[in-house]
């Protein structure tokens, strides 16, 4: 059972000091965040995209989102390579709406 200290937002951490990124570097990290299972939000001044972004998390996947963010910095490209390879490998195919504006929707 969670407490409310657990679903507190507090910002992900980065050799102990709060994680702060441009807003298209933070909209990817909540991205790999969420498909780790850990729900994130952006927090910063969108008027001003180049100042720090944080991302905000539960205080119970704090570590835990600390943890995925590191490993996948220490993956670095070649990871993001082989990953992309497997889904290839596996099927995986872009979404049928990927290519919208041949619908006329535009």
């Given amino acids: 059972m ?9 910002p992900v951490m980065d050799g102990g000091v709060p994680l702060g990124v441009p807003m298209i570097v ?4 909540q991205s790999l965040l969420q498909a780790n299972g850990i729900e994130a939000f952006v927090s910063g001044f969108r008027a001003e ?13 704090a570590e835990r989102a600390s943890a995925v963010i ?5 993956g670095g490209a070649a990871a993001a390579d082989e990953a992309e390879s497997a889904g290839e490998t596996a099927g995986d195919l872009p979404p049928d709406d990927l290519n919208f504006g041949s619908r ?3």
Avoid at 26 to 29: C, D, E, F, K, Y
Wanted: no cysteine; net charge negative; glycine share 6%.
């Fill in 2 to 10: 969670s407490t409310p200290d657990d679903t507190k937002l507090v």
């Fill in 26 to 29: 933070a909209t990817g990290l």
């Fill in 49 to 61: 995209p180049v100042l720090p972004f944080r991302l905000l998390v539960a205080a119970a996947d």
């Fill in 70 to 74: 590191a490993e996948a910095r220490a």
């Fill in 104 to 106: 006329g929707l535009l």
